[in-house]
């Protein structure tokens, strides 16, 4: 199995849940954060954002599953047809072991 987490634009989250949905992949966890990519914050005048609003999906999936999810991921939530700096970013990680704390059983 594998997790991915994706950091997406708070203005795209709701289209990349939908797409995530109707694509099959219900089962999504949503978290607002702050951060700051490659561009290390927006300057708007003489105010320094050094904290931006981000939304990050963290979905644990079938590796076979992985290459759909990046796909409707990336093509939800970039901006336009080329992207722009601060779309985003989607990591893949291993899940070794998942448990349901309901009945206590393994995933895995």
């Known amino acids: 199995m594998k997790m991915v ?7 795209k989250a709701a289209d990349v849940l939908s797409a995530l949905s109707a694509a ?13 990519g ?3 914050g927006l300057k708007v005048g003489d105010v ?5 609003p981000k939304e990050m ?3 644990v999936c079938e590796d076979s599953d ?6 409707v991921i990336s093509q939800t939530a970039r ?9 985003g970013k989607i990591f893949i990680n291993p899940v070794e072991q998942a448990y349901t704390i309901s009945s206590g059983k393994a995933e895995l």
């Open 5 to 11: 987490k994706a950091i997406v634009r708070p203005e």
């Open 24 to 36: 099959g992949h219900n089962s999504v966890t949503r978290i607002s954060i702050l951060g700051r």
């Open 38 to 40: 490659k561009q290390r």
């Open 48 to 52: 320094y954002y050094d904290e931006i």
């Open 57 to 59: 999906f963290c979905i």
């Open 66 to 71: 992985v290459e759909d999810i990046v796909k």
């Open 79 to 87: 901006s336009g047809k080329e992207g722009a700096y601060g779309d």
